[in-house]
């Protein structure tokens, strides 16, 4: 890979990564209802479905996902019923009582083990992210060449920068938490990040496969 295609490869990551969606979303609730330390688990569970993501379109499954109309809709569907699970685990959860908080902040109940594997579940729920990196990967990458050292730069780039826009919505949504301490507003937090996260899922499920 040259140079060139590098800069070029990192201009669209750059917009990739900073455009808001699902995984945005995700780690500004936990940054703000449980602190920007647990946020970081939710930051590394995007990166690490992201690696997934990537391997799955190197390999060539992807391009099976891409032609395999089936294959695409099954796991399509799957993902936009975790989205709306996690939205109505929101709607319906219980208020916080900020005052029961500890001094870094976090919710005893939020788990840093649950808030990895929920984003996990986040980054892995939409196949189009594999038909994108499907897409994408192919342009930049020399048939000449090894094949795992230009991945691994390639998956490496997009990963580095999606923890960092991630990091830096989760600070700013922290700056926020002192306005969430009033009674009410983290349960509106919740049910508003819920309905988008729904809203998400419903158009996930009925959006073309295209």
Known sequence: MTIQSW???LALVLVATATPGP???YIMTNASLHGWRKAVYAALGNIAGLFCLGIIAITGLGTVLKTSEMIFNLIKYAGAAYLVYLGLRMLFQEGLDFSKMNHQGAVPDASAHKIFLQALGVALSN???IIFLTALFPQFISIDRALAPQFIMLIATLMTFSFTFLMSYALLAHSAKAWLTRSGRAK???RTSGSIFVGFGILLATSSNR
Do not use: F, I, S
């Open 188 to 190: 509106a937090v919740n």
């Open 23 to 25: 995984a945005v979303l």
């Open 7 to 9: 800069l070029m490869y």
């Open 127 to 129: 196949p189009k992210a």
